[in-house]
Nanobody, 124 residues
Framework: QVEVEESGGGLVRPGDSLRVSCTAS????????GGWFRQVPGKEREFVAA????????SYADFVKDRFIISRDKAKNTLTLQMNNLGLEDTATYYC?????????????????WGQGIQVTVSS
């Protein structure tokens, strides 16, 4: 059983930066990669960013536009999303997930372990 715990969300102003992280609690984490998704009420969960676990290759949704950076710490089983220049449209619940099998990384169905979600609110 792998539990995923997220941290770091909160309320920020437009243009601010925020870092969200998650840690998978497993003695030995077997994963092909991690990803961040976000969701707002009434909409489907959407891909934000993903990273391969072995080599750390990142991928991003187009709307990230070089504002976000995803990284992983294999030793700590931690996935981090650094979000810069946040806009009102970035307000959402952010979810961290880990996949057992390597794939495109941009679809929720590819992921096996999920965090409970953490709120990020951007408001002036």
């Amino acid at each position: 059983q792998v539990e995923v715990e997220e941290s770091g969300g909160g309320l920020v102003r437009p243009g601010d930066s925020l870092r969200v992280s998650c840690t998978a609690s497993a003695r030995t984490l077997v994963t092909a990669g991690g990803g961040w998704f976000r969701q707002v009420p009434g909409k489907e969960r959407e891909f934000v960013a993903a990273v391969t676990w072995s080599y750390g290759y990142p991928s991003y949704a187009d709307f990230v536009k070089d504002r976000f950076i995803i990284s992983r710490d294999k030793a700590k089983n931690t996935l981090t999303l650094q979000m810069n220049n946040l806009g009102l449209e970035d307000t959402a619940t952010y979810y961290c997930a880990f996949a057992l099998v390597a794939n495109s990384g941009d679809h929720p169905n590819e992921y096996n372990y999920w965090g409970q979600g953490i709120q990020v609110t951007v408001s002036s």
